[in-house]
Each structure stands twice: as C-alpha cells, then as structure tokens.
C-alpha cells in the first residue's frame, strides 16, 4: 500500500505539473460555445453603440473581456478604417463582416470594396432598403437589380454580399411573399443573406422553416430575444429597442432555429442586442448558448 502511495502521489504531481502548464484558454472553453451551440459566435458592435460613440478602445476592452474573439462593424465612429482594424487586431479581435447603406452599394460600391479590404471582412452587407409606406414589389425589383450587380463586382475582389432581414420585406406577393421573390431572384454566387431572427418572428415568419427553405443562403445569423407579449405580425421592421432581451427568455424558440440553422450550414452568428441594458444582456445571452441543448 505504501509503494502504491508513492505512485500516485507521483502521478497526482505530474498530471498538477501539466495542468499548471497549459494555457488558460485551453482550460476553458471557448466563451458562448456549448454542448450543442458551436458556433462561431461574435458580437455586432452596434450593440453598444452609445459607448463607442465616445470611448472606441474602452468599449474594445469591453468586447475583449466579454470573451468575444471575432465581430461584426457598423461603422468606425469616426476612426480611419485601417486604424479601426489594428485597434481590433491588438485586443485579438478578428472583424468579419461590416454594414454598409443600400445607398452605397447602388452608387459606390468601390467605396464598399477599398473600405471592406482596409477593415480586412469578408462579407459586407445592408439591413435596410429605403422605400415608402409599404415595401413593395417596384422596390424589390430595383434591390434585385442591385444586388445582383454590387455582388458581382465584390465577388472579383473577393468579398461576400449579404442582405440582412428586416421584416418588412414578407408582404404578401403571389402565393408567397416579396422576400421570396428577393431570395429567388439574387444570384446566389453573387447574393447570400443574413437572419436577424428577431425581425423574421416580427414579421410572423418562422425561422426554422425559412433555414428548412433556402438552406445555406443564410450564411450569417443576429441572434435577439424579443420580450414576452411583443405583438408579431408586423411588417413594419420597426420594434422598440426595450424588446430586445436576453436570449432564452422571449418568445423565440431558440432550440429549433439553432438546430435549423445548423443544418442548413449557417457560417457565422453574431449578437445583436439593441436595448439600453445591452452591456448587463449581452454576457448573460452568451451563457445561454453555453448551456442550451436541443
């Protein structure tokens, strides 16, 4: 027994010896990544708006201490976008995609693409098509042709187009809807789409079905919570920011739209959480994933 003793306190020494070793990450897992969810996770910084506004390497910290490794832009707040990237680089922050104006892709993609390439993304893409009162099919038709194009061009210089849903875009058209003539209309080696699934539930539209539908055309996910009670149905795009909640506790079944957006090959998720109470949300939303199962 004594000799037995002996080796395993040899043994319990070596194993403290290794663990004492290893870096810290490789001790823990990686921050919103779970038994299901895998993501990968980002943030999008318009969630905290207010405080880059006024502090753009304090809010970076914050980014950084939230556990977040990659991001999504809208806007630099003022700062050059190559000076934006290396403030990102230097909290190992990696930026993969960026939102840009409808306006300019229609007039200025070269801006898009130099600015795209200086901020180092990969997909650069737009949430919102100008239109008045009801969004309709002239408009879509004029977005089509648009996206088509702008794709076209960011594609030779190696960048990815995507239109981020907005709820407006499901009026009835046909036996469908006007997103569908959206989705089916784009070229999808030139067009690929980004979920807010927030504003699909807004519109009354489920999510998983829509994954079920177009597959990996959603190559980019939002992922919000909308509070209990929202009213949905709505075609408006427009919800008061207090809506937003911490995933898990609103109305969105996130277990079947994770599942669903798994399986349809979804390629990054970022959190978008637009409410006053972002900065106490959004690390609670990143336990959630860790622990959601389905």
Known sequence: MKKLGTRWSLHCLLFCILFAAMPVAALRAETGIGP??????????????????????????EVKAMGFKYVELAGTYGMPPREFRRELE????????????FE?????????????????????GTAWIGHQGDFDEKTCRHAIEVFNTAGKKLSEQGLK???????????????????????????????????????????GQSPAALF???GDRFALLHLKDMKQGTPIGLLTGSSDVTNDVVLGTGRIDFRRTLAAAKKAGAKWYFIEDES????????????YLEQVTW
């Open 90 to 101: 230097s909290r190992g922050l990696k930026p993969v995609s960026a939102h840009y104006s």
């Open 104 to 124: 300019e892709f229609a007039n200025d993609v070269d801006k898009i693409a130099r600015e795209a390439k200086e901020l180092g993304v990969e997909y650069v």
């Open 212 to 214: 079920e539908k177009y």
């Open 276 to 287: 006053p109470t972002s900065e106490r949300q959004i690390p609670l939303s990143l336990r």
């Open 161 to 203: 187009l995507f239109y981020h849903t907005h709820g407006y875009e499901f009026q009835p058209y046909g036996s469908g809807t006007l997103f569908d003539l959206l989705m089916t209309e784009t070229k999808p080696e030139y067009v690929c789409f980004q979920m807010d699934v927030f504003w699909v539930v807004h519109a």
């Open 36 to 61: 299901s969810f895998k993501g990968p996770v980002g943030l999008q910084l318009y969630s905290l708006r207010d405080k880059f506004s006024k502090d753009v390497p304090g809010s970076l910290d």
